[in-house]
């Protein structure tokens, strides 16, 4: 017996059947009124969304009822989603869904012979299951096949109260049903390059910044390849008994390459904190791991442990790996470069890296960057580049902003010198020693 | 609906209070009052929307008049920013009963606390609500509509220039079949634009947002190429001379500039550049949107900011008959520009 589903379908009432509706006296205007509803699903790349459009835009026009019985998933209950016309006064399309249990499926036998590719169009035979999605039975069901890439991806069933479909009318049907496949086989497609990416991504989007006692943390950054939000560049906080460790870093190259280098960086930096938590030592082992794996591949970086001071301020050791030099914003606006030096990582074998110690009072905030803020170009001046002294410039007046304020101020200044142009990573990194005074909120 | 009346006397009271300390970058104290208006009962909608709201108006106009400089402004921000998040907590029990609702700014735009505050308010009137942050790119959007289908994008636009995004974003949602709702002062001051750029529905704040989806969210347009705005000729051709006008507009403010013996270069060159980029992208919105309005807002806008920092709007007319001469052959053009000649005259 057919099983109610989700939300059943409500069968038509008497007033619905009373109420006037748009005439569709002739197979003309069927015709010209699937016409058009195919053309408007011309864009639709969201498969859930694209079905509600299908059974959506035929009604009233062309039947009062229609129903896409999903055949892709295979096996298990067959989902269907239905619009049909307004009722209990409600005016407008009514869009539900649901799905038939096997023991209903097998009632319905066109829908079998539209599964199996033998029939392209079947009228169900009285008594028929889908009988169930009217009030009572009578008018006319047609049902048509929908043909994905290759196989029959699905079923749309239209009912009419009044009167039957013609020859001319179900050959629209069948012509509607053709552009409804390859608009599901557009959405699909899309669908799967999208789930594709945000695998990717979700295994490469940096963590959102810890809570830490004694720091206030910031980060903002803008990829070169924005969609999927993965790229070239990196940066994670960790908590440390005793204070807390950063690592940023810009991987040579761009893309798919450079997210999977980033990932087998941020995954070795865990392994190897375990049994070491100097950044200098950090920073030689992590370079002999990735001359390993490929040694044409590298990736400048600035690796710290941060220690809070008993006096107020942060002790910063940190190692460098030829990166640019993390900057210090001082409480009255000055702005001081904290050079390391060392070279890139993963590059040549006794790769000399160096590194510094040095404290930030409270209020200062450091400030860490990729060379895709200072080398991000103005189409509107020639393309010149942003360049280390405007970003002094910036920073200068975010003095006693907290450091998400920070990030995202200079984030925003690189973003409105790009004009929109292509661009390179854009990532900023900001620790900040809580400001001194009574109002402190650690 | 009652809600979409603001409540009067406490709000009001809490409003003053409030942008007291803001205006004191008086964080903690700022925050304070808004916890105990909470337990004093004030509606959380009201402390959004009559005291929070407010003040961040009031902060972008001591900006505009020159009392307030952009370092004050981001840290007030920052104060709002954190205001909102203590309603938000206030509430955060509250399970949505209603459709999902993604809230998100244009790609360009960074003003993002109307946006949060308009995604706060329709979480207090039961949607289940994500906001994606401030500049969102189209294709971030995209996939993200396509990962998780909405009942509806809500898109915040501040400033005209990033339209031709919020044009690219409305498409990309409907490609998702998401219809849309627009809002913020980068759509104008009625539904002209959101119209055009095919939106479902536009609302001037975030309480009308609120009372235009009390019924639910709206059916998608029918999608109808011939409504799509097709921009002019001339828009196209005046993108591809942006470059070109902005040196002309640089060379000649180093005229001006050595006639005074003085030299350009430096802070000076950064923002004249920059003037003359907001300059040239007002005009070519205006020339995509084919609404000279946009042009003249941005102008009668821009005296005022020339007005309140004492400087004479000469200099503005100057780079207006430069434009005039190099875009001769553009008669659309021609006429956006003679209308902002207007408004500064």
């Known amino acids: 017996m057919f099983a109610p589903s989700v939300s059943g379908p409500e069968p038509l009432d008497e007033e619905s059947r009373g109420r006037p509706r748009t005439p569709r006296s002739t197979s003309v205007h069927t015709v010209e009124a699937l016409r058009s509803a195919a053309r408007r699903l011309g864009g639709l790349l969201n498969p859930a969304r694209l079905i509600e459009q299908i059974v959506r835009l035929p009604v009233p026009e062309v039947a009062d009822l229609c129903v896409y019985f999903d055949l892709e998933a295979g096996g298990g209950p067959v989902p269907w989603v239905h619009a049909h016309e307004g009722r209990d006064g409600r005016r407008g399309v009514l869009v539900g869904s649901g799905a038939w249990d096997r023991d209903v499926v097998a009632d319905a036998t066109w829908l079998d012979d539209i599964a199996n590719g033998a029939a392209e169009s079947v009228e169900p035979t009285p008594g028929d299951p889908v009988e169930a999605f009217v009030a009572r039975p009578g008018g006319a069901f047609r049902a048509v096949a929908v043909r994905g890439l290759s196989d029959v991806a699905g079923a749309l069933v239209f009912h009419r109260a009044d009167g039957g479909f013609d020859d001319t009318e179900v050959d629209a049907l069948v012509d509607y049903a053709e552009r409804v496949g390859t608009a599901l086989a557009s959405a699909h497609l899309y669908q799967y390059q999208a789930r594709a990416a945000s695998t990717l991504k979700a295994a490469l989007v940096p963590e959102p910044l810890p809570d830490i006692p004694h720091a206030v943390l910031g980060a903002a950054f803008r990829s070169a390849f924005e969609a999927e939000r993965i790229g070239g560049d990196f940066y994670e ?18 893309g798919d390459e450079a997210a999977v280098l980033t990932g087998r960086i941020r995954q070795s930096l865990e392994a190897l904190r375990l049994v070491e938590h100097d950044p200098l030592r950090l920073m030689e082992h992590l370079n002999l791991l990735l001359l390993r794996t490929d040694p044409e591949k590298f990736s400048t970086m600035v690796l710290g442990r941060v220690t809070p001071l008993p006096a107020g301020g942060l002790r910063v050791r940190a190692a460098g790996g030829g990166h640019p030099p993390p900057l210090v914003v001082g409480v009255d606006g000055r702005v001081r470069e904290e050079y390391i030096g060392g070279i890139f990582v993963g590059a040549i074998e006794d790769a000399p890296f160096r590194d510094r110690e040095f404290d930030l009072a409270p209020g200062e905030t450091l400030v860490v960057y990729s060379d895709g803020v200072t080398e991000a170009r103005n189409p509107l001046s020639g393309g010149q580049m942003v360049g280390e002294e405007r970003v002094h410039g910036v920073l200068a007046e975010c003095a006693g902003m907290p450091a998400p304020v920070v990030c995202e101020r200079l984030v925003q200044y690189v973003d409105d010198w790009l004009g929109g142009e292509e661009h390179d990573d854009i990532t900023v990194l900001a620790v900040q020693a809580p400001a001194a005074g009574p109002d402190v909120t650690p | 609906m009652s809600r979409t009346e603001p409540v009067a006397g406490g709000a009001a009271t809490v409003a003053e209070g409030y942008f007291a300390r803001v205006a004191a970058l008086d964080e903690p104290g700022a925050l304070d009052l808004v916890h105990h208006a909470l337990r004093e009962g004030v509606d959380p909608e009201s402390l959004l929307l009559d005291v929070i709201a407010p003040c961040q108006m009031r902060v972008g106009l001591g900006w505009q008049s020159n009392d307030w400089t952009v370092a004050d402004e981001h840290a007030a921000t920052h104060i709002g920013d954190r205001a909102i998040g203590v309603v938000v907590e206030h509430g955060a029990e509250r399970t949505p009963a209603r459709g999902r609702i993604v809230v998100a700014c244009v790609d360009g735009e960074w003003h993002g606390l109307p946006a949060r505050l308009l995604g706060e308010v329709l979480r207090l009137h039961g949607w289940d609500v994500e906001f994606l942050g401030t500049s969102v790119p189209t294709r971030r959007l995209t996939l993200h509509l396509q990962e998780r289908p909405a009942d509806l994008l809500a898109l915040s636009c501040s400033l005209p220039t990033h339209l031709v995004n919020a044009h690219g ?34 609302a001037a704040d975030a309480r009308r947002a609120a009372a235009l989806l009390a019924d639910g969210v709206p059916e998608l347009r029918p999608w109808d190429r011939t409504a799509v705005p097709a921009p002019s000729a001339e828009y ?71 007005d309140a920092r004492g400087v004479p709007t000469a200099s503005l007319l100057a780079v207006m008959g430069r434009l005039e001469s190099e875009l001769g052959d553009h008669p659309d053009t021609l006429t956006h520009l003679r209308e902002g000649v207007r408004v500064l005259g």
């Open chain 2, 169 to 202: 974003m409305i498409t990309a949602a409907r490609r998702m079949g998401v219809p849309v709702i627009v809002g913020g002062a980068g759509f104008g001051p009625d539904d002209t634009i959101a119209t055009r750029l095919g939106a479902e529905l536009w």
């Open chain 1, 237 to 254: 906080v960790h908590e440390v008994p005793g204070g807390f460790d950063f690592s940023f870093g810009d991987v040579s190259g761009k």
């Open chain 2, 236 to 306: 196209a051709s005046v993108v591809r001379l942006r470059g070109h006008l902005v040196r002309v507009g640089v060379e000649h403010a180093r005229t001006t500039y050595a006639a005074l013996g003085r030299d350009l270069r430096g802070k000076a060159l950064d923002r004249t550049v920059e003037d003359l980029g907001h300059i040239t992208s007002f005009l070519t919105v205006s020339l995509y949107l084919d609404d000279a309005a946009v042009f003249t807002r941005f102008l009668r806008w821009t005296r005022m900011v020339l």
